[in-house]
């Protein structure tokens, strides 16, 4: 079984959040895809079979558990099935939801766009927020006023929190086992902290401790949360954002995530992709 070794949303061809890619004539059997998953060791792998002409069977595993739902490993199995079946549009099944992802190259790099799950979004329970700033260390005063936290889906649940400096945003920090409890005790897939540099332009550091991963580089499935979020709270209109992570980690991510105005709508989730040399 050959697994692919992908960086997916790389920035200017450097960085990335590496994934791995399994494709198979049908799915191996959950353990045996966990055992993969944590021997690959990175934040997911996915693993796709084929069902008919352009449709594929998806699932995602991360060192520690399932999760429903990974944009960076669809970005990089885009870039596979770009290499193995050529460029065009694949339709992929999850566990809970159907999604798509179409891929294709650029001057040399794979590109890929998925189609997310459809998004909603919530305000932040008080006193979950408040567990949060004492795990992580921030409290009201470091929030930026104009958007509050709320618990975000776009596939995965997420709590996402709007920091009002970049250098808050630099100093966060938390203990994995108890972040693995809390949002393990919560169903939170990660908790999104982010910076609005401009209008349209975000950083973000995502914790990722329920996966036994203490910061994830690049977090698709949170960048379409955080795209419906932002339009449910009429912050932005339809168009595009694009949100820079990893920088803090010396991986640096680029993610492109455009929305309609439709509430609850899909977002598209774009980036590049490079090979990891083995």
């Known amino acids: 079984m050959h697994i692919h070794k992908i960086a997916a949303f790389t920035k200017d061809g450097r960085g990335g959040n590496p994934a791995g890619v399994v494709l198979a004539a049908k799915l191996p059997l959950p353990a045996e895809m966990q055992s993969i998953a944590a021997t690959v060791g990175y934040s997911e792998t ?11 069977t998806l699932r ?6 399932e999760v429903p739902f990974c944009g960076h490993a669809t970005i ?57 700033f004492e795990i992580f260390g921030y409290s ?45 005790d919560h169903a939170i897939g990660t908790v999104a902290f982010v910076f ?19 910061e994830d580089p690049a977090t698709g499935a949170a960048a379409a949360a955080l795209a419906g979020m932002l339009r449910d709270l009429g912050v932005l209109h339809d168009g595009e954002i694009v949100i820079h992570q990893g920088e803090d980690m010396g991986q640096p ?26």
């Open 140 to 184: 009201d005063t470091d929030l930026d006023p104009d958007i509050p936290a709320c618990e975000a889906n776009g596939g995965t649940n997420h709590l996402i929190i709007a920091l009002r400096s970049r250098a808050a945003l630099t100093r966060m920090h938390y203990d994995l086992a108890r972040g693995r409890v809390f949002m393990r």
């Open 60 to 65: 995602y595993y991360s060192p520690e558990t």
């Open 76 to 132: 990089a199995l885009g870039a596979v099935l770009c290499e193995t079946h050529g460029p065009g549009r694949y339709r992929l099944s999850l566990a809970n939801a159907d999604i798509e992802v179409e891929s294709g190259m650029q001057e040399g790099v794979w590109w890929s766009a998925l189609r997310s799950p459809p998004t909603r979004s919530a305000p932040a329970d008080p006193a979950l927020l408040a567990k949060a």
């Open 196 to 214: 609005r540099e401009s209008e349209r332009v975000f950083h973000a550091r995502n914790a990722f401790a329920i996966g036994g991963v203490l």
């Open 253 to 278: 991510c680029r993610i492109e995530a455009s929305f309609t105005n439709e509430a609850g709508s899909p977002v598209q989730v774009r980036g590049l992709s490079n090979k990891i040399p083995e």
């Open 46 to 56: 996915a693993f796709a079979a084929p069902t008919g002409q352009g449709s594929w």
